[in-house]
């Protein structure tokens, strides 16, 4: 989702559960897309990426959705911890270019 | 394997002063990116470099200059520093696209400037 204002989307668990982020994109050219993890006072970290000829890939705890049809990108964390809390957003970028665009986030909290 | 390594972390500035962000990269990456992000918005492009001696403006590039004498080196300068460049730069590096899919950039841990 977007943000409005100053405040990110903000999605709460329990430790143990599986959380879903999602992210809406605009160009419908875009062929390829990227998650990234943004910890406190850190850069952001790749976690997965996925091109436009797949609809699912998966990482460790980590699943990456995509469906074309509606613009539409998902990223599932299987049983949460902790320290995946953290700020998550995606990036597109569209064939020919190299320049990505990214997502304003979504704040993950974790509760022990 | 420092990755991306950027100096300062912090810097204090006072309106009109000048300052250079370094980014160093030692993955022999082609591309580097200077981006940087405020509160409540996603990371916004400054300008960015696709190899040694090359530079292009990104979206917000007014008030920056950048050099890229050094392929493992993107600079990033203020020469006069306003209140509304403070924020948080990050630098990013990637390799160029590989059989025409792109690749994820790998980022530092930010300078947060702050300007008076």
């Excluded at chain 2, 030692?26 to 981006?35: A, I, K, L, Q, S």
């Excluded at chain 2, 006069?80 to 025409?100: E, G, H, I, L, N």
């Amino acid at each position: 989702g977007e943000s409005v204002g100053l405040h990110l989307p903000t999605l709460s668990v329990q430790e143990g559960d599986n959380s879903i982020i999602n992210c809406a994109y605009s160009n419908s050219a875009s062929d390829y897309f990227i998650w990234y993890k943004q910890e406190s006072g850190k850069g952001p970290q790749f976690i997965i990426d996925i091109r436009s000829n797949m609809d699912k890939r998966q990482g460790q705890r980590v699943t990456v959705l995509l469906n074309k049809t509606v613009k539409h990108l998902s990223l599932q964390i299987a049983a949460t911890q902790p320290g995946d809390s953290a700020v998550y957003f995606c990036a597109e970028i569209s064939g020919g270019s190299y320049i990505p665009t990214f997502g304003r986030g979504t704040s993950l909290i974790v509760h022990p | 394997n420092a990755g991306v390594t950027q100096t300062p972390k912090f810097r204090v500035l006072k309106t009109g002063q000048s300052m250079t962000l370094l980014c160093a990269q030692d993955m022999n990456h082609e591309y580097m990116y200077w981006y940087r992000q405020d509160p409540g918005m996603g990371l916004r492009l400054i300008h960015y470099s696709v190899g040694e001696g090359t530079t292009a403006k990104g979206e917000v590039p007014d008030g920056y200059n950048v050099s890229r004498l050094k392929k493992q080196n993107f600079l990033l300068g203020l020469e006069s520093a306003a209140p509304s460049q403070t924020s948080v730069y990050f630098c990013a590096s990637s390799y160029p696209p590989d059989r025409k899919f792109n690749q994820p950039q790998h980022f530092g841990d930010g300078t947060r400037l702050s300007i008076l």
